[in-house]
């Protein structure tokens, strides 16, 4: 069965430093979502991309957060500089997309970022 | 999307059925609703969704209320790999594909 890859596993940084996680999502699957996930609390998106375009930055924190998807396959999400409260799971999700929004996200393993 | 409300924690012993509530009060027309659990240190994984009718797949069965206010998600035979946390998700229909919004979940605990 097709699987969302996610790398790294688990990363380590110190504050102020350039950290970047890398999601390759089902083949085919349009739609890709980057969550965050606080310790306790449930997944909360962070950007969506519909082939290589943004769809929904909103809740993306612009000043240290960025996230590119070049030829609309896989991505990667960048934070610099780290702070201490970014410490949380980071998400990968993808989708075929595009249909009555009833189309099931699949999740990749998550990259646990710990901020020292 | 309509806000959910589920029980934080729940126990079931292992081989006896696990009905999870969520209760949906504010849920419109054209809303469905879904199913996640995420097992710890991964990522969420899908269970099931319905929009009115109950719905059954190979892991669980999903029972709306007619009012469609409420909704009980049911594993008929729980096991300790069913351990996780259960996300009810009510997720409008906007035509394109769209994020989840999650809450806290129910945290299930399957007990020998």
């Known amino acids: 069965e097709a699987e969302v890859a996610q790398s790294p596993r688990y990363k380590i940084t110190e504050k102020s430093q350039a950290v970047a996680f890398w999601c390759d999502p089902i083949?085919?699957?349009?739609?890709l979502y980057w969550y965050r996930q606080i310790l306790g609390q449930g997944p909360e998106l962070l950007v969506q991309?519909?082939?290589?375009?943004?769809?929904?930055d909103s809740q993306l924190p612009k000043d240290r957060f960025s996230a590119e998807r070049l030829k609309g396959v896989d991505s990667t999400l960048k934070i610099q500089p780290a702070e201490l409260g970014d410490s949380a799971m980071y998400l990968c999700?993808?989708?075929?997309?595009?249909?009555?929004?009833?189309?099931?996200?699949?999740f990749g393993p998550g990259t646990r970022l710990t901020v020292l | 999307d309509a806000k959910t409300t589920q029980p934080p924690s729940m126990d079931c012993a292992e081989g006896r059925a696990a009905n999870l509530p969520c209760n949906h009060s504010?849920?419109?027309?054209?809303?469905?609703v879904y199913w996640y659990r995420q097992i710890h240190s991964q990522g969420p994984q899908y269970i099931i969704h319905?929009?009115?009718n109950n719905e059954t797949n190979e892991m669980a069965s999903l029972i709306i209320t007619e009012d469609r206010k409420s909704s009980t998600l049911i594993l008929p035979h729980a096991t300790l790999r069913d351990t996780a946390v259960y996300y009810c998700?009510?997720?409008?229909?906007?035509?394109?594909?769209?994020?989840?919004?999650f809450g806290t979940g129910t945290r299930l605990q399957v007990t020998l």
């Open positions: 083949s085919g699957h349009a739609t």
């Open positions: 998700i009510v997720r409008v229909n906007t035509g394109t594909a769209s994020k989840l919004t």
């Open positions: 999700a993808s989708t075929p997309g595009g249909s009555w929004g009833t189309d099931t996200q699949y």
């Open positions: 504010t849920i419109s027309g054209n809303e469905y």
């Open positions: 991309f519909q082939d290589e375009s943004v769809v929904d």
């Open positions: 319905g929009l009115k």
